[in-house]
Structures are given as structure tokens and as C-alpha cells.
């Protein structure tokens, strides 16, 4: 299907597009600052400038459009049918940076939760942040030595 805004008009519209306080991460942080939880933002001391950073349960989260990062899986995600190549290259990198900066995190002792934009959508917004609150909640117990055992380090809330 031939791309139906011209040029001038496609342009326009990529360069309202925004890396940080986009739409899912706002839902995100309204949605677990009403349940209590506290957070510092876009932190540049961590690796990847995580979406949020919740100190206290060591726990960095990065809010992924489903487009940007290539879920997979996704409805969301589909690759554009022009200039396929450079999507293509600029999706695998975004991937590949997005590996390294979730290791970068865990090397250093942080849990990283990835949360998608499609996990967001009104019908299932309350069921994923529920989840995710859980989840944070699970991590802090203060028996355990590691907030989570290592083999889950890297949570989804796809699980």
C-alpha cells in the first residue's frame, strides 16, 4: 500500500514523535504513582536512561512502543512498506541496543521490566498494571538476598 501523506506531511508527523512523556509511559507512571509507588525518571546515571527508576525495589522500567523497539508478536508492530530496508536495520538496531542496555542493567545488580505499549491498551491497562505492581511488590521481600531470584532477572509482564 503506497504511503497516502506526502512527504512534507510524513515528516511532520515523525518529528512529533517523542522519546520521553510519550502516552504509554504516562499511563505507566499515573498508574503506579495512585498505587503508592515512588520513582525517579529518564535517569542518566543508569544505563539506557531506564523510563523509570524505582530505587527501593531496584527495579529500572523501560515503556517500549510496540513499532520502535520490533515486538514481536505484536499487532502494533509492522513494518512499513516503503524504504523497508532502512526500517528494517533501524528496528534490528534498536533491538540490539535495547539487549545491551537490559545487560548493562543487569550486570550491575538492577531487575529491568519491559512494559509494551500494547499491554496498555484501555481493556487491558488495569490488569497490566496490577501485574506490574505485583510484581515490584514480589521483589522487595526482605528475607531474600537478591530482590528476585536470578533466573527471572529480566521480567516481562508477558508471563
Known sequence: M????????RHYCMSRIRGKDTRPE??????????????????RRLPGCPDL???????AIFVNGCFWHGHPGCGKFRLPHSNVEFWAEKIRRNKERD????????????????VWECELSPVDRRKTLERLAST???????????????????????E
Open 2 to 9: 503506497p504511503d497516502t501523506m506526502t512527504k512534507e506531511q
Open 26 to 43: 504516562m499511563v505507566v507512571r499515573r498508574g503506579l504513582h495512585s498505587m503508592g509507588f515512588r520513582y525517579s525518571l529518564h535517569s
Open 53 to 59: 527508576v524505582l530505587r527501593r525495589y531496584h527495579t
Open 99 to 114: 539487549a545491551a542496555e537490559t545487560a548493562a542493567l543487569e550486570a550491575l545488580g538492577w531487575n529491568v521490566i519491559v
Open 136 to 158: 515490584l511488590r514480589r521483589n522487595v521481600e526482605p528475607e531474600s538476598i537478591h530482590p528476585i531470584p536470578l533466573s527471572v532477572r529480566k521480567l516481562s509482564l508477558e
